[in-house]
Every structure is written in C-alpha cells, then in structure tokens.
C-alpha cells in the first residue's frame, strides 16, 4: 500500500481515492514538530508555533470540505507548562492572537469552537477569549473543531472519576451500577464520539496522554511530515489509509 500511495503524490488524485461513504467522523490530531521546523531553517520556535496556525487553518477547511464533523486538535498539553516560561509566554501570546483574527471567521464558516482541558491554569484574559469565541460559535453544526488546552488524558479520565465519586457521596448512583457510559459521560464534551482517526506528525510514534479514552479503537496513522507543513493532501493520504483498513473493534471480520 505504501508503495502504491507514494506514486500518487497530487493532492486531486488523493482526493480522488477517497470513499465518501468512509470518511471519518472525528479526526484528533497531535500537532507536532513546529520546534524542529523552525530549526532547520534557522528561525526561533516562536516563528515554528506561527506557521502552526496556517496549518490548523487549512486543515479546518479541508475537514469542512470532505464533510468530517469533528476535528480534535491537540494544541497544548498540562506537561507544556514546564518549558521555557519564555515559550510558553509566547504560545499564549499566539493563541491570544489567533483568536482575535480567526473568531469570525470559524463562526462565518459555520465552525463550532469548542475546548477541552483546564483553562482556569490559563492567564484570565486568554482564558476569558477562548470561553468568548466558544460562545460567539456555539450556534454553529458544519464542523466541531475541538481545541484542546491545558490537556491531559490521565487527568481526563480522573476529572470523570472524582466527579462519580462525588455522585456516588450524594448517593445519585450506587458504585455497582457504574459502568463504561458512566465514565463517559463525565469526559469533556460528552456529546462528540470517539476519534475514528488519530494522526500524529513529525514521525514520532506515541499518543502522549492524548484522548486515552476517546482513541481505545482509532485507527493510527504517523507521518514525517512536521506540523506546520501538514497541507491538505497529507490529510487527504491520511484518510486514504484509514479507508483502507479492516476495523473490526475487537470482532472477526
């Protein structure tokens, strides 16, 4: 397969392979290598984290095309907060400005925004933007694009458990009755469905406390490709693979 996919190598003809009955329904993403982009031409990290949003902007719009319904974007994770205060200063920065230039235009192309993770760790100013474009596109059903900040997994999945503890103290539910929905519907944003579709790039192969839940039978997919060069005919090829596997959730084909 791999061998047949890298000879089609425009973005029309992957287009072209795609299945639209297939197409995967939440997309996540680890947005990785912004840092080794901008080193290898010489730049700052902060220049790599810029070029960032031009990616996430074009994947956007390729997911509103091909008519996913959920794109998970893995843009800051509780463990960022221990690198350089300088860099980490600067992401807020960016994320303070993308904001500002690009809540128009999610809510002009029907783009719900929403996040997932603790934006109270945030400077209360960026946290109150990000709460003010969640509320400015909330109206909006094209695309969910979930934007998840301050983010771990682990804490997650142990935010769902000591919310049931709380619960099961109040006596709303008995601890024998718990069960896997239970769970799930205490994670962040009960509502959005499993990840169908994990891609991760810069070539590293782990999913780094992303969506432990939500990705027990995504379909990963890694590419060498860093971030801020991830075009739409790489989510296109993506999706070709995805198309291509037998997903079976534990069952014999």
């Known amino acids: 397969m791999e061998s047949e996919l890298t000879s089609v190598n425009k973005l029309e003809d992957f287009k072209a392979l795609i299945k639209r009955e297939g197409i995967p329904q939440h997309i996540a993403i ?9 080193k290898q031409r010489g730049l700052t990290r ?43 200063n600067e992401l807020f920065r960016l994320f303070d400005q993308a904001l500002e230039t690009e809540t128009a235009r999610l809510k002009a192309e029907g783009v719900r925004f929403i996040t997932s993770g603790d934006l109270a760790v945030m400077p ?24 998840c900040v301050m983010y771990s997994g682990r804490q997650e999945i142990a935010r769902a458990a000591r919310n049931l503890a709380e619960d099961v ?32 790039t810069s070539g590293e192969m782990r999913i780094s406390n992303f969506m432990l839940w939500r990705l027990a039978y995504a379909e990963l997919y890694f590419t060498p490709r860093l971030w801020p060069d991830f075009a739409e005919e790489d989510l296109c090829e993506a999706i070709v693979a995805y198309q291509r596997r037998d997903r079976r959730f534990g069952r014999i084909s």
């Open 30 to 38: 680890i947005m990785d290598g912004n840092g080794r982009w901008a």
């Open 169 to 200: 103290a109040a006596g709303r539910i008995r601890p024998e009755n718990i069960s896997m929905s239970h769970i799930a519907e205490k994670l962040y944003h009960p509502e959005l469905p499993d990840a169908d579709l994990l891609i991760r």
């Open 124 to 147: 209360d100013e960026l946290s109150r933007k990000f709460r003010d474009t969640v509320e400015a596109t909330s109206a909006n059903s094209r695309l969910t694009l979930n934007m």
């Open 46 to 88: 902060t220049e790599g984290h810029r070029r960032a949003i031009k990616a996430i902007r074009t994947t956007v719009d390729a997911c509103i095309s091909l008519n996913v319904k959920v794109l998970s974007l893995f843009a800051f994770s509780t463990e960022n907060i221990d690198r350089p205060a300088e860099e980490v």
